[in-house]
């Protein structure tokens, strides 16, 4: 029967996966993520007989997942019928493509340019050299910088500019498209932060999405194969903040030695896919913790534009350090044990009911992006929610929907000061309508009115 129930929601959100890829919906990268992380990880330690947790702890870990699913599968259906915010063919490469055309993209190309290199230069300076720059010396700056400050404004940038990449791809620009995805890497190998790996990852993940006319058994041999590529990059990222310094690296780096470490995390579960195993040991503790079951993520996300020393009280601490102090972290360490575990610290089995708030937060991700007319600034809006999806279905709640709330409002202001528009609007123009995007240069009856 446990096993059962495992194989059972990893079918369930196969089946989500499926939906929101014909959809191409930057949701897809949610799923995908949970997906390798649990949907797959889950069974694959029940059969392999390697989980340290009770069964009746591994069989209520599976019927959260599923209700959770369940739940999530029948209001975003019913969600986007109401709504009619289905993307698949608006952002079906055969029509979004040609749209390409019309727009340009160069100023926030240049943005991204500019933004990308104060964060190499910045980055470097600070830490005394480009030689010497290195994962923990990233920590120690962003432990001192204050609340509002320039690298986390930089770094805001970073992500909602960096969709633009995808566009001057669909443009046909890819010289200049591989060449922001070469700076991307180059970022990444200065401060071994993961995470600013994802806008590259995500747009050519994207590119070959948009292209898809349907699913066959050979896409998801594909999709399979991107994957185990994908945790490999992350892992080999992971091992790479061993070495320290740059100068470190180039001194000591061998190959062999490199591998083993990644081989290390795999066979420990030490790094994302082992995360899972927290949710089990909440599960197993019943939420027995300090500030759990109280919903804290869903407050702070609440008031996420409001700086904590200003909230009077009313918004909650970063409750991955809660997180991170049940399961024995020292302080300030923080844990993300996936969305499923996030969930279910938050509110316990009540958390299923969040299936829901994950199906609307879905539709307003994809009205955000069919909302923008120029599709530079829509497919900066599809990088950007993709790229915090990501880190989300990782566990990491609070920080991946921090960057896309800000971000959203970044690429809001750029639609209303280039005067392009903000939103497409559904109306009767002589002989055709309006939908979804507006063609650039061309006005509706709406916009001749004003």
Known sequence: MSVALAILQFFVIAFICFQEARRKSPVVFLWATLMIMFGIMHPFGM???????????????????????????????????????????????????????????????????????????????????????????????????????????????????????????????????????????????????????????????????????????????????????????????????????LQNFFETFRLKDFIEQIAIFFRTDNGELGLRQWFYYFIEHDNNFDNFGEGSTYWRMALVFVPTQFSFGLKPDDFAQAMGAAVGLAPGGSMHPTLFGDCFANLGWSGVFLGAFWAFYATAADAVVLSFKRPSLALCSYVLIASSLVIIGRGAVYNGFFPVAWGVVFLALLAFVTRKGLFAVKTQDADRKTDGFTPIGERSAYEREV
Request: with cysteine.
């Open 47 to 245: 059969l392999s007989g390697a989980a340290e947790y009770s069964p009746a702890a591994m069989d209520d870990a599976s019927v959260f997942v599923l209700v959770f699913c369940i739940i999530y599968i029948g209001v975003r259906e019913l969600s986007v019928m109401a709504l009619n915010v289905d993307s698949g063919s608006r952002l079906a490469w055969k029509n979004f493509a040609p749209k390409c055309q019309e727009d340009r993209g160069k100023g926030i190309a240049l943005l991204f340019l500019i933004v990308i290199s104060y964060m190499i230069i910045s980055f470097a300076s600070q830490s005394g050299g480009l030689l010497n720059t290195s994962w923990g010396g990233a920590r120690e700056i962003a432990a001192d910088a204050n609340y509002i400050n320039l690298g986390q404004l930089a770094s805001i940038l970073f992500f909602s500019t960096a969709g633009v990449s995808c566009f001057l791809f669909m443009r046909g620009n890819k010289a200049l498209a591989i060449a922001m995805w070469i700076g991307i890497l180059v970022l990444v190998l200065v401060t071994r932060n993961r995470i600013q790996i994802l806008p590259l990852l995500v747009s050519i993940i994207a590119l070959v999405l948009f292209r898809l006319e349907r699913i066959t058994v050979k896409h998801v041999v594909l999709a399979v194969v991107a994957a185990v590529f994908v945790i490999l990059i992350v892992y080999g990222l992971r091992a790479f903040r061993y070495y320290g310094t």
